[in-house]
């Protein structure tokens, strides 16, 4: 199973100023049973929300937000309410937020730090990868992760590296992930969060959970039970 | 002595650089840095460039510094996580290193070393923030330090990327987290590095335009190929292509000069990258009146 932790509330506010409303996103697979993405997990973000001054023009729990073609599809019916929200705040794995990322043409802001991933890479396996980082950086790279899709695992821009968009490491076939950050940033309108988002570092230490505690059921209850208050 | 120091006191600085050898014999780099030293401000040393293994910058840096050579000891984040690296730092300024060009480094795979991980634990930014905390007195976890660094913090630029854009704003970031002087990957196209430095002049802080000597048509196809960044105009080539073998020296050192005095208006340096021609740079500086 795939374990998350909600991000404290005001992390999640902070990616939305300057907005008035979004649409909550969950996931009922594996976030659910972590307590961060189903119906309970939505239900409280949205009261937190909503008490922070944020609208919330509605939500949706889908399961997977790791199937993206079961996400577009999803989103669908939404489509009035998406239409009066600033953006998506998704709360599931780092997979699922990459994954609603590309699929949706509204910012993504990720609700969850993923803490581990049981082995696998979503129920639905696409080309999102996540690293188990516990300290999702995907609010600040357009909903794709400079960790998996970065060569370098750079999360304060590209290298000098890229030519024409393509990484050095396998320029036939792999593109520089700070190229496609760049170019869907340019695209929503975000450039600024590259320039605005303070220095960046990678805290290791939040990638080793407690051998006792990872990888079990018991580790999502116990978070859930916090509240998504963190280890 | 400080880039730093020169840039304010109004100084066009001239660096170049020599790399450590493959090996403990240091008396090529300590010849090449030999024939360079009475002509430019200071020395830059690489970090195992190109992800070769080799002596270390460190080291090398400190050997320079005790000949009297001022050298800008390079530091990449590729071979060492942020102990190591702020460890090094410390090390270096008690071996009287002052100056420091801060960079993320290759990658493992363009290397000798295939196998070996790729650290990245810090990258080029966050290293200048962990340096420019040292130099205030703490570590990166806010530690005080007993005794602290005063470096001049320098870092690279690509003008020649494409897109332009995301290199613009990862500079900024640098300036940002301390970046005091910026040293560029190879310019070519004068014209092109004028644009470039229309866009970098606000950010307030002075850019040395990076300058390779051209040893053939054949070397100049090889970077336009193979090295990001670097794009030698096809006027270029077909000027090397044309020139006999034993007229190239002479030829490379009249580009070198030209783009030199090309570029020396709208920036506040030249680092020169000989690559094993470390013998004519000398000959460039004269011809570029420096």
């Known amino acids: 199973m795939l374990l998350t932790e909600r991000k404290p509330i005001d992390e999640i506010v902070g990616f939305l100023s300057g907005e008035q409303a979004v649409f909550l996103l969950g996931c009922d697979g594996c976030a659910a049973a972590s307590g961060t993405g189903g119906e309970a997990g939505l239900r409280d973000l949205a009261t937190e929300l909503k008490g922070h001054g944020i609208d919330v023009a509605g939500s949706a729990v889908i399961d997977f937000l790791c199937q993206k073609s079961l996400v577009r599809a999803a989103l669908r019916p939404h489509a009035p309410a998406l239409e009066r929200a600033d953006s998506l705040v998704v709360s599931t794995c780092g997979i699922g937020i990459q994954a609603t990322a590309t699929v949706s043409d509204r910012p993504v802001h990720p609700a969850c730090n993923t803490i581990s991933l049981g082995g696998i890479r979503g129920e639905w396996q696409g080309e999102e990868r996540c690293n188990e980082c516990g300290q999702c950086f995907l609010e600040f790279t357009g909903g794709i992760c400079p960790l998996t899709a970065c060569a370098k695992g750079l999360v304060n821009g590209p290298c000098g590296g890229s030519t024409d968009g393509r990484c050095e490491v396998e320029p036939d076939v792999r593109r520089c992930a700070w190229d496609a950050i760049y170019e869907r940033l340019e695209r929503q309108g975000r450039l600024d969060l590259l320039r605005t988002t303070p220095v960046q570092i990678k805290d290791h230490a939040r990638m080793r959970p407690p051998e006792e505690l990872r990888g079990t059921k018991r580790w999502a209850i116990d978070i859930a039970e916090r509240e998504g208050g963190g280890r | ?290």
């Open chain 2, 1 to 290: 002595m400080k880039l730093t120091k020169l840039f304010e006191q109004g100084k066009f600085v001239v660096t170049s650089e020599v790399a450590p050898p493959k090996g403990t014999d240091l008396t090529e780099m300590l010849e090449d840095a030999e024939r360079l030293r009475s002509r430019v401000d200071a020395i830059n040393i690489t970090d195992q460039q190109s992800s070769v293994m080799r002596l270390g910058s460190l080291v090398a840096s400190h050997q320079l510094k005790s000949r009297g050579v001022e050298p800008v000891f390079q530091l990449t984040c590729r071979d060492r996580n942020r102990i190591a690296l702020q460890s090094d730092l410390l090390s270096a300024w008690a071996a009287g290193i002052e100056n420091v060009l801060c960079l993320t480094g290759d990658h493992v795979c363009l290397g000798d070393s295939l196998g070996a991980k790729p650290v990245f634990d810090l990258d080029s930014v966050s290293l200048l923030a962990a340096a420019r905390g040292l130099n205030g007195g703490v570590d990166m976890e806010g530690n005080d330090l007993a005794g602290r660094t005063d470096f001049a913090l320098g870092a690279v630029v690509t003008p020649g990327a494409d897109p332009v854009e995301p290199q613009l704003l990862k500079m900024e970031r640098k300036a940002g987290a301390g970046a005091a002087f910026f040293q560029t990957q190879a310019v070519f196209d004068a014209e092109a590095f004028a644009q470039f430095m229309e866009r970098a002049r606000p950010l307030g802080v002075p850019v040395m335009a990076g300058i390779i000597l051209l040893k053939s048509a054949g070397m100049a196809r090889f970077m336009n190929e193979n090295i990001a960044g670097v794009d030698v105009p096809s006027e270029l080539i077909e000027e090397m292509a044309a020139t006999a073998k034993e007229d190239r020296p002479a030829k490379s050192v009249e580009i070198a000069a030209r783009v030199v005095r090309a570029v020396r208006d709208v920036c506040q340096g030249v680092h020169i990258m000989p690559l094993g021609w470390e013998a004519h740079v000398p000959a460039v500086l004269d011809a570029a009146g420096l």
